[in-house]
């Protein structure tokens, strides 16, 4: 019987567990925890948009297993995987060859299988550009930047790609300072980027001179918490973009509310993400408008 998410052991024997799949599973999300991406509803819908006779599934892979999950792929038949927290990072270091976009970025969200090889690729920086442009029409070329949690992951991969697209200013924000400072002197070490610390004062100084506001850390992804920006600090002509894709409005969207800002949550850098990964895999345009209908169901 099809199941929700499958597991590494399911991976070890995979033509008997996945024999009454409607359809041969060619594409997954590699993740720990997995249950929650809405990635299968959405490249899915985008399978059968191109008529492919293929299905996408959530593999839950502990980091322990994700070197054998990967080498598993291409005698399995896949074509290739995504990869989300807390895998990134740890599967460039396992790629046969890498985009040289995904190791500026420092990560890899994007597998191709090429016969025996594994090609990483990273649509995470790119996928941000066209969800910006799509919610607040907009270039992110064009704007001066805040991230918060610029230390790792999406927040680096967003960094990169504000320093690919020479933003006229970029602020970068983490819990941890130094690695702030580390990723700022290691992206841009002559241009306008700053890095400052997580506090409130600092944050405040910082805003006057900010168009846009990204988080990229899991803050609002579940269970109660606070705004990580107060509404008081926001201003009505900011943009505040929060890259989780909770189903409630987040804390800090709904601190945009109250300041009157626009703000969107990060659905539509999911979206924009996938259709860059289905770009690279196939070769050919993703049929976007049936990725995003597919998102919207139960958002």
Known sequence: ????????????????????EPAPIRLSVFGDPVRHSRSPQMHDAALRAAGIDARYVRLHILPGELEEALRLLPELGFIGTN????HKAATLALMDEVDPAARRAGGVNTVVVRGDKLVGYSTDGPGLVRAIRDEFRAELRDLRVMILGAGGGAGR???VQCAIEKCPRLVLV?????????????????????????????????LTRVDLIINA???????PSESPIPASLLRPEQMVYDTVYAAERTPLL?????????????????LHQGALSFEIWFGRTAPVEAMRKALEVGS
């Open 1 to 20: 019987m099809p199941k929700d998410v499958y597991t590494m052991a399911d991976l070890r024997d995979w033509p008997a567990v996945t024999a009454a």
């Open 83 to 86: 990869v989300t927290i807390p």
């Open 157 to 159: 991969a967003i960094a």
């Open 174 to 206: 983490n819990r941890t300072y130094l690695r702030a400072v580390a990723l700022a002197e290691e992206i841009m070490p002559d241009g306008p980027v700053e890095a400052v610390p997580w506090i409130e004062e600092a944050l405040g100084s910082q």
């Open 217 to 223: 850390t899991p803050l609002g992804m579940s269970g």
């Open 254 to 270: 709904a601190a945009a509310d109250e300041a009157g800002a626009r703000g969107a949550n990060g659905l539509s850098m999911l």
